[in-house]
Nanobody, 124 residues
């Protein structure tokens, strides 16, 4: 199971840190990703990190502002979001795929497990 948290209301330019706690199985061998979906839009890739944490991937729209990291000892993946913009407003989902790596992590098709989502609202 994946449990996302940390969403909320923040002003443009502010920061939030999302967390995704895993439980029920060992996700240390899983790549973890963040996706987001705004109302009326498709779910988009945001960021991903390999099981070892040695590779990360970002959507162009968040590169330089968001940072994904993981703490396998705590079974948690984080998404630090800085310099938030109104267009970052969405429900953010975390997802896991075993041994995932490379650009395939940018697609939601291969992810096996999904969290319930946490709402991020950025006001202008």
């Amino acid at each position: 199971q994946l449990q996302a948290s940390g969403g909320g209301l923040v002003q443009a330019g502010g920061s939030l840190r999302l967390s995704c706690a895993t439980s029920g199985r060992t996700f240390n061998n899983y790549a973890l990703g963040w996706f987001r979906q705004a109302p009326g839009k498709e779910r988009d890739f945001v960021a991903a990190i390999t099981w070892s944490g040695d590779s990360t991937y970002y959507a162009d729209s968040v590169k330089g502002r968001f940072t994904i990291s993981r703490d396998n000892a705590k079974n948690t993946v984080y998404l630090q979001m800085n310099s938030l913009k109104p267009e970052d407003s969405a429900v953010y989902y975390c997802a896991a795929v075993p041994w995932g790596t490379g650009d395939s992590l940018r697609s939601d098709k291969g992810y096996a497990y999904w969290g319930q989502g946490t709402l991020v609202t950025v006001s202008s």
